[in-house]
C-alpha cells in the first residue's frame, strides 16, 4: 500500500519552510536534497520508504516553496551557509520529526546532513550520502593563481546586473532540460514533470538572490572535514556516471572510519535517488535496518498529528586523503569558471546588440 503523501508548512525563526512526509509508523527518514533541488525530487522515494518508515522532507531555506530572504538582509554576514541548514534540519526533527532520524542526502544535501550530525549528534541514527558535493571550487581547492579570478568572476556575478542576467538564461524549460540530461545518464527519466519540479520553485521571488549567493560560497566545510567528526555510522552512494561529482575523487571517502562501505550504483548519474529509484530505495532500508535497535522498532511511532502543523498552517495540496592528486581537477575548474565568464559576458554582449 502506498500511504499518501501530506504537503505543510513549519514556521522556523519566522519563516515559512514547506515539507512533505508520509507513513506512520518505523524509524524516521528525513530526505535532504541537493543544490537548485527541492522536497519534489524525492517524489519517488518517499512514497516506497513509507510503507516501512515515516519519511519527512523539506525545502531547505532559499529552495523549493520555502522562504528566500534575502542575502543582503544579513549585511557581510553569510546567511546560505551549511551551518544554517544544518540547523535547519536539526530544528526539524526536534519541532516536527519529534524524534531521531536517519539523514537520506543527495549533493550538496550531503554536506548538510553530516554538519547537522557534528552539531546534534544525538539528532541523528546515520547518514547516507549519495554523491554528496565535492566542492571543488572551495577556495582551498583553487590553485592559488586562480583565486583572484573566481573571486572576480564570483563578485561580477552577485553584485552586477549580470548575474540576474545569468540567472533568467538558465531558469527556462530548454536550459533546465538541458542541465538535468547533463547530470543523468538515463535522459529518459528527464521528463516534463521533472523539469517542472525543479524550475517552478527557482521562479519564484527571491531564488535568483539565492542561486547567486551560493555559486559564490567559496567556504564552509568540506566533507572530508566533517566526516572525522560524524559519530554515527555513514554510508556513501555514487552513480558512476556522475559528470560533476567524479567517482574516482568520491571513493577517497571511503577511508575514513565513520564510513561502513561506499556502494557503487552502476550507469547512474549525479541524483541516483530519482534516476534510479530502484536502486536507492532498497540500499535505504537494508541501511536503517541494520542500525535500528529493537528499541526503536517498539517505539517508533509518529505522532499523534504526525508532525504536522496546527490546520490554519497546513496545505491539503500539495579531504580528500593528501594521497590524491587534485592540482588536476581544480585546474578543470578553474578552467570551468574561466569558460562561464565569457559566456555570461558574451550573452550580455548579444543581448545589448539586440536591444532596439
Same mark, same amino acid.
Given at each position: ?5 501530506? %504537503? ?28 537548485? +533541488? ?15 518508515? &515515516? ?5 531547505? $531555506? ?30 526539524? #526533527? ?9 539523514? *537520506? ?10 554538519? +547537522? ?17 565535492? &566542492? ?39 536550459? /533546465? &532540460?538541458?542541465?538535468?540530461?547533463? %547530470? ?13 519540479? *525543479? ?7 527571491? +531564488? +535568483? ?6 555559486? %559564490?560560497?567559496? !567556504?564552509? @566545510?568540506?566533507? !572530508? ?6 559519530? %554515527? ?13 567524479? $567517482? ?22 549525479? #541524483? ?16 536503517? =535496518?541494520?542500525?535500528?535497535?529493537? !528499541? ?5 511511532? =509518529? ?6 502543523? @496546527? ?18 581537477w581544480a585546474s578543470d575548474m578553474l578552467y570551468i569558471a574561466i569558460i562561464l565568464s565569457i559566456h555570461v559576458v558574451t550573452m550580455a554582449?548579444?543581448? /545589448?546588440?539586440?536591444?532596439?
Amino acid at each position: 500500500m502506498l500511504f499518501p503523501l501530506s %504537503c505543510s508548512m513549519w514556521s522556523w525563526k519566522g519563516y515559512s519552510i514547506r515539507y512533505q512526509c508520509a507513513g506512520d509508523s518505523g524509524p524516521s527518514l528525513v530526505l535532504v536534497h541537493g543544490f537548485g +533541488a527541492n522536497s519534489g525530487h524525492w517524489r519517488k522515494n518517499i512514497p516506497i520508504l513509507a510503507e516501512s518508515h &515515516r519519511v519527512y522532507s523539506l525545502d531547505l $531555506i532559499g529552495y523549493g516553496y520555502s522562504d528566500k530572504p534575502s542575502p543582503r538582509d544579513f549585511g557581510v554576514t553569510s546567511f546560505y551557509t551549511f551551518e544554517t541548514w544544518a540547523t535547519q534540519l536539526n530544528d526539524f #526533527c526536534a519541532d516536527v520529526v519529534k524524534d531521531e532520524a536517519f539523514f *537520506i542526502c543527495n549533493s550538496i544535501g550531503g554536506l548538510v546532513g553530516l554538519q +547537522a550530525a557534528v552539531l546534534e549528534p544525538q539528532k541523528c541514527k546515520g547518514i547516507l550520502l549519495l554523491n554528496i558535493s565535492l &566542492r571543488m571550487l572551495h577556495i582551498k581547492k583553487q590553485p592559488w593563481f586562480g583565486r583572484p579570478l573566481i573571486r572576480s568572476f564570483q563578485s561580477l556575478l552577485r553584485n552586477t546586473s549580470l548575474g540576474k542576467f545569468f540567472f533568467n538564461s538558465v531558469a527556462t524549460p530548454d536550459s /533546465v &532540460r538541458s542541465i538535468l540530461c547533463q %547530470c543523468y545518464h538515463d535522459t529518459s527519466q528527464v521528463t516534463d514533470e521533472l523539469v517542472q519540479t *525543479i524550475l517552478l520553485p527557482g521562479l519564484e521571488p527571491g +531564488a +535568483a538572490d539565492v542561486f547567486l549567493e551560493f555559486i %559564490c560560497y567559496s !567556504e564552509g @566545510p568540506l566533507p !572530508e572535514e566533517l566526516l572525522p567528526q560524524v559519530k %554515527c555510522p555513514v554510508l556513501v552512494a555514487w552513480g558512476d556516471k556522475d559528470p560533476w561529482e567524479p $567517482i574516482e575523487l568520491g571513493r577517497a571517502y571511503s577511508n575514513f572510519d565513520s564510513v561502513e562501505d561506499f556502494v557503487v550504483l552502476p550507469n547512474v548519474g549525479h #541524483c541516483p535517488q530519482d534516476e534510479a529509484p530502484h536502486l536507492v530505495n532498497p540500499l535505504v532500508e537494508s541501511f536503517v =535496518a541494520r542500525h535500528v535497535t529493537a !528499541e526503536d522498532r517498539l517505539s517508533s511511532k =509518529a505522532p499523534s498529528n504526525f508532525g504536522l502543523d @496546527p490546520p490554519s498552517n497546513s496545505s491539503s495540496h500539495l579531504h580528500f586523503s593528501s594521497d590524491f592528486e587534485e592540482d588536476d581537477w581544480a585546474s578543470d575548474m578553474l578552467y570551468i569558471a574561466i569558460i562561464l565568464s565569457i559566456h555570461v559576458v558574451t550573452m550580455a554582449i548579444n543581448f /545589448v546588440d539586440h536591444q532596439p
